[in-house]
């Protein structure tokens, strides 16, 4: 319980110099899960509760794409968004609206970065991913209101689809610089 106590405390005084986009995120949804995983520790749960609302405001776009414009880091973002739901419901609190409502714009946008093949479409820099990890994710947006828009516009993408053939098209401007490591930035090239 010391050393984990003491990998609160660090992760608690360092998340924010972590390197900004997913690793900002991990390290915020490690504070919450320690939160809900040890008791006693309420305030800090609401604390992290609130930073990771505010970073993920900032980090996941209007359309659900995320501020680095690169689909699989959106996915793997996902896959560890998802098992949140299932802590607060073990101690019996109700998730932050704000977070169920990233994963589902995530969700939707992750069914409209989908190709015919099943995989993600790989612009610049972008891995081919797991088919296994991204069934998974997709597996929670089988129903409701998922439907594939058309435009991503704050992602910078559009989707033309027409029976069997799917055309992706990068539309948008590079991302932030501080994010370009895992940057997606293809302007004009098609998938």
Not at 104 to 114: D, E, H
Not at 172 to 180: A, C, K, T
Request: glycine content about 10%; aromatic content about 4%; proline content about 5%.
């Amino acid at each position: 319980m010391s050393s984990i106590g003491q990998q609160i405390g660090a992760l608690r005084t360092t998340w924010r110099n972590a390197p900004d986009g997913v690793p900002r995120i991990v390290c915020l949804i490690a504070l919450v899960l320690t939160g809900l995983a040890i008791s006693g520790h309420d305030k800090q749960l609401k604390d992290a509760e609130a930073a990771l609302i505010v970073e993920l405001k900032r980090q996941i776009l209007e359309d659900g794409g995320h501020i680095s414009r690169s689909a699989s880091v959106l996915e793997d973002v996902v896959l560890d968004l998802l098992p949140l739901g299932q802590c607060f419901g073990s101690r019996a609190l109700v998730a932050p609206d704000e977070i169920n409502a990233a994963v589902r714009k995530s969700l939707r946008f992750l069914r409209f970065m989908r190709l015919g093949d099943g995989m993600l479409a790989r612009f610049n820099g972008v891995s081919t991913g797991s088919p296994a990890a991204l069934a998974t994710v997709l597996g929670y947006a089988s129903g409701g209101d998922f439907d594939i828009m058309p435009v991503a516009r704050a992602s910078g993408y559009a989707r033309l689809e027409r029976g069997t053939t799917i055309v992706m098209t990068d539309v948008g401007s590079p991302p932030p610089l501080e994010l370009s490591t895992e940057a997606q930035a293809g302007a004009l090239s098609l998938k």
